[in-house]
């Protein structure tokens, strides 16, 4: 599976649109990419998938661009209980592997 | 919604012990995943499970680890003679289908497991 990097962590602020990027040069056809959400103590949280182009959601959007060798993850006007760990994962469209989690993107939401 | 519970939420043991970790996946769910995560550290795979036997394992499962789904709701996951460094907070995870498009992972808040 192709391999993802994002940054170690990031600041925000309150009420601040926060945009986490990914990259996964190395995406094949079938891969998706899917992002959680990671709270100290908790299990991670699906947030978001897509495929290519732009999908929405309640919590947040997911920029796909058409080459697929990266993604952003947009949160907008993020409060304080939006600072977790957010991982971007790549999966293949098909079969049973198993999700393999990096170390993920730290964010931290300041008031 | 529904969820997936672990229990207990945080267990201590003696090294050298063996423990059993409980977990009740989503009902309609058919594949099953055990993960760690050491403090501090990335969550990790260890196991998945599908139409009762095991479908995929890293290389952390080795011999001390067992799974099984005893009946039709229970998913357990059992570390032989324990030792300090699977300390860990350890997560099941359940899925409607498997890991391809469309079928999030579903995590439980963990257990977390001291060894002493």
């Known amino acids: 599976l192709a391999k993802t990097t994002q940054p170690i962590s990031m600041d925000s602020y309150e009420g601040q649109e926060v945009n986490i990027t990914c990259s996964h040069n190395n995406i094949a056809t079938n891969d998706y990419i899917t992002w959680y959400q990671q709270f100290p103590s908790q299990g991670p949280r699906f947030i978001i998938q897509?495929?290519?182009t732009k999908v929405t959601n309640e919590v947040a959007s997911l920029f796909i661009p058409a080459d697929r060798k990266s993604s952003t993850l947009s949160l907008p006007r993020v409060s304080l209980s939006d600072t977790a760990v957010y991982y971007c994962l790549v999966k293949r469209g098909q079969g049973r592997r198993a999700l393999t989690f990096g170390s993920g993107t730290r964010l931290q939401v300041q008031p | 919604e529904p969820e997936v519970t672990q229990t207990p939420s945080h267990q201590v043991t003696q090294m050298g012990q063996e423990v059993i970790l409980r977990c009740v996946p989503i009902?309609?769910?058919?594949?099953f995943y055990w993960y760690r995560q050491i403090l501090g550290q990335k969550v990790e795979f260890l196991v998945s499970?599908?139409?009762?036997?095991?479908?995929?394992k890293s290389e952390i499962f080795d011999d001390q680890f067992s799974v099984e789904r005893p009946d039709g709701s229970n998913f357990t996951l059992k570390i032989r003679s324990t030792k300090l460094e699977d300390s860990a907070m350890y997560f099941c995870?359940?899925?409607?289908?498997?890991?391809?498009?469309?079928?999030?992972?579903?995590f439980g808040n963990g257990t977390r497991l001291t060894v002493t």
């Open positions: 995870a359940s899925s409607e289908v498997g890991t391809g498009a469309g079928s999030p992972l579903h």
């Open positions: 897509g495929y290519k």
């Open positions: 009902s309609n769910h058919l594949y």
């Open positions: 499970f599908y139409n009762n036997e095991i479908s995929e």
